[in-house]
C-alpha cells in the first residue's frame, strides 16, 4: 500500500491543521493507521494510532487532548485534527500502516509510510 500525507504548513501558536493521509494500491481497513512525527535533531515519535475500525483510539501523552485521530475507510484515508497547535510540535508528520495485532506506538511497528508532510509553528 502506498501512502500520501498532506496538509501540513506554517501555523500560529494555538492554531489548527488537519492532516489527510490517503492510501493507493491497498485497502487501509486491513492496517491500524498511526501518525508520528520527527523534528530535527530528534527520534521520530509516536504521536497517534487507531484501530481498523476506527473505533479505539491511541495518543502519546503530550497531545493533552489537542489532536484528534479518525479514518474513513471508505474513502482509504486517515485524518489527524491539530488543535492549540505549540511551536513544539513543529516536525515533519508521517502516516504510517501496521500489520500489528496490537496498537502499536514504535516506529519499528510500523509497514508502510507517507512521505511526511511538514508542520511549522510559529510563536
Known amino acids: 500500500v502506498q501512502l500520501q500525507a498532506f496538509g501540513g504548513g506554517l501555523v500560529q501558536a494555538g492554531g489548527s491543521l488537519r492532516l489527510s493521509c490517503a492510501a493507493s494500491g491497498g485497502m487501509l481497513s486491513r492496517y491500524r493507521m498511526g501518525w508520528l512525527r520527527q523534528a530535527p535533531g530528534k527520534e521520530r515519535e509516536f504521536v497517534s494510532s487507531?484501530?481498523?475500525?476506527?473505533?479505539?483510539?491511541y495518543y502519546a501523552e503530550f497531545i493533552k487532548g489537542r489532536f484528534t485521530i479518525s479514518r474513513d475507510n471508505a474513502k482509504n484515508t486517515v485524518y489527524l485534527q491539530m488543535n492549540s497547535l505549540e511551536p513544539e510540535d513543529t516536525a515533519v508528520y508521517y502516516c504510517?500502516?501496521?500489520?500489528?495485532?496490537?496498537?502499536?506506538?514504535?516506529?519499528?511497528?510500523?509497514?508502510?509510510w507517507g512521505q511526511g508532510t511538514q508542520v511549522t509553528v510559529s510563536s
Open positions: 487507531i484501530s481498523w475500525s476506527g473505533h479505539n483510539t
Open positions: 504510517a500502516a501496521s500489520k500489528f495485532s496490537i496498537p502499536p506506538d514504535k516506529a519499528s511497528e510500523y509497514n508502510y
